[in-house]
């Protein structure tokens, strides 16, 4: 060979050319990432007491608010309590006005393992406004609430209640998701609704008792009481599901025999299988890899 051109054999070419066309031939595999939890965790509340009172004292000349949180708690983090008592400062001459008292008072929140949960307990317990120092506003044997959101289920709320219970000194019947209406000459009027649920798809509210109070003794004006009060509460939001992702596929992406092996059985049929396209495309780049080499080496010998 003359210059510093140099040609390769064309036997090497056509090995160059085999392997371009092979490295070339399109191969598609699809990988599942592994599936992860998404979400709001839910949440959950409970409360044993809660009122919203207006206290005015004096031909309300003096306006005190009776606003009273007992046994509060929320979740996420798992939460009890069960004070017994609940106390207002400043309504009663400046001593400490007892606004509840009770043998079991009890509120639990809880979330964990997909599910959501308020739960209250509340037994023997009477409730006093000021004005009225020997008369309980209310006294119930025992109520529960309980408010439960769970994963792919639908939230659900109960209240629950035992014994008898007694308003502004009377006994009453209470109908469940129904109005009761108390009043006393002299004392006042009271409105109370029992066992007031509330769901919708993914949260859940129960209320043993919720009271609307209006009392003003013997319309002296010397202690008003308006506003409203609410006993064994529960609530939930329900926590959102982990969202799945397609697990891998263990199918094989095509069947692919070694050389010189008989095809599966609709190769015989068929004269080809999914491999076939590639290797004719294979064959014309060999055919054509093969021509170009022929065409040089004759170019090397002239």
Known sequence: MNGK????PAR??????????????????????PAHA???EGRASAVVLR????????????????????????????????????????????????????????SKATVEDGKAEGYTHLAHAKVHVPGLPLLSLIEVGQVTSKATCE?????????????????????????AGGTTNVEVPGVGEVRLDYSKTEQTSRTAAASA????VSV?????????VEGTLTLAKATCETPAEAAQEPEPSTDPVG????????????????????????????????????GGAVALARRGRS
């Open 151 to 175: 994963a792919g289920k639908e939230p659900t709320a109960t209240s629950n209640l035992l014994g008898d219970v007694t308003v502004l000194g009377k006994k009453v019947t209470l109908t």
């Open 38 to 40: 998404t979400g709001d």
């Open 216 to 224: 003003n003794p013997l319309k002296l004006n010397v202690a008003e």
């Open 209 to 212: 008792l919720e009271l609307k």
């Open 255 to 290: 069947d692919v025999k070694p050389q010189g092996e008989p095809a599966d059985e609709g190769l015989a049929e068929t004269g080809g299988n999914s491999m076939t396209p590639y290797i004719a495309g294979g064959a014309v780049v060999l055919l054509l890899a093969g």
């Open 51 to 106: 009122t919203g009172l207006d206290v005015s004292l004096l031909n309300k000349t003096v306006n005190v608010p009776l606003a009273v949180s007992l046994n509060e708690v929320q979740a996420p983090q798992s939460a009890e309590k069960a004070t017994l008592t609940a106390q207002l400062n400043g309504v009663d001459g400046g001593e400490p006005f007892s606004v509840l008292n009770a043998e079991v008072a009890q």
């Open 5 to 8: 051109n140099f040609r390769l």
């Open 12 to 33: 090497r070419l056509a090995t160059v050319a085999t392997a371009t066309a092979l490295t070339a031939a399109p191969v598609a595999l699809g990988v599942a990432s």
